[in-house]
T-cell receptor, first 112, second 112 residues
Framework: NAGVTQTPKFHILKTGQSMTLQCAQD?????LSWYRQDPGMGLRRIHY???????DKGEVPDGYNVSRSNTEDFPLRLESAAPSQTSVYFC???????????FGPGTRLTVL | GENVEQHPSTLSVQEGDSAVIKCTYS??????FPWYKQELGKRPQLIID?????GEKKDQRIAVTLNKTAKHFSLHITETQPEDSAVYFC???????????FGKGTRLSVIA
């Protein structure tokens, strides 16, 4: 099992550009979450999904969109990037009955 | 919803000393309390967790204690080593269709 994978590892965007951060898991987990991590701010949840077709907002959802068409994939879309979205993004999955969250390796995004 | 407070935000200890990190939570229905360790440039990884039917759990040099009445739980690291230097996150959840709520993290530095 690869666990949770994320692509890309690094990316630089210009203000106003769009991009999609990819997240995939092969553990048949129902729960998927996107977090952003900024210095001194800990892990803040952006969006999460409890099952395919179901998504919900986290603490900091503005400027981000998600979709969940199947169990494995949970892409995060930035429609019009802003410098405030410069951050490290983590995707994480967990099984409902055993709550350990497995994190992906992260994507370091810089918006200029 | 759940709110998790974590203290201190930074902690420096001499190698061989003990380190204690404390978290409080607000939702009395929370029943799962994990601790994650994040080394520099890496993803967070689970190091120990405790469920509400247990008061203390140990795994070699690390232990977690839970006081449900006071709604707080703590991570104890004994005989600290330089490789314990990392950011530690506590979290809490009321199992069900709700996501984990993380504290803001503690940066532990073990000085040789």
């Amino acid at each position: 099992n690869a666990g949770v994978t994320q692509t890309p590892k690094f990316h630089i965007l210009k203000t106003g550009q769009s991009m999609t951060l990819q997240c995939a898991q092969d553990m048949n987990h129902g729960y998927l979450s996107w977090y952003r991590q900024d210095p001194g701010m800990g892990l803040r949840r952006i969006h999460y999904s409890v099952a395919a077709g179901i998504t919900d907002k986290g603490e900091v959802p503005d400027g981000y969109n998600v979709s969940r068409s199947n169990t494995e994939d949970f892409p995060l879309r930035l429609e019009s990037a802003a410098p405030s979205q410069t951050s490290v993004y983590f995707c994480a999955s967990n099984d409902r009955t055993y709550n350990e969250q497995f994190f992906g390796p992260g994507t370091r995004l810089t918006v200029l | 919803g759940e709110n998790v407070e974590q203290h201190p935000s930074t902690l420096s200890v001499q190698e061989g000393d003990s380190a204690v990190i404390k978290c409080t939570y607000s939702d009395s229905a929370s029943n799962y309390f994990p601790w994650y360790k994040q080394e520099l440039g890496k993803r967070p990884q689970l190091i120990i967790d405790i469920r509400s039917n247990v008061g203390e759990k140990k795994d070699q040099r690390i232990a977690v204690t839970l006081n449900k009445t006071a709604k707080h739980f703590s991570l104890h690291i004994t005989e600290t080593q330089p490789e314990d230097s990392a950011v530690y996150f506590c979290a809490a959840i009321n199992s069900g269709n709700t996501p984990l709520v993380f504290g803001k993290g503690t940066r532990l530095s073990v000085i040789a």
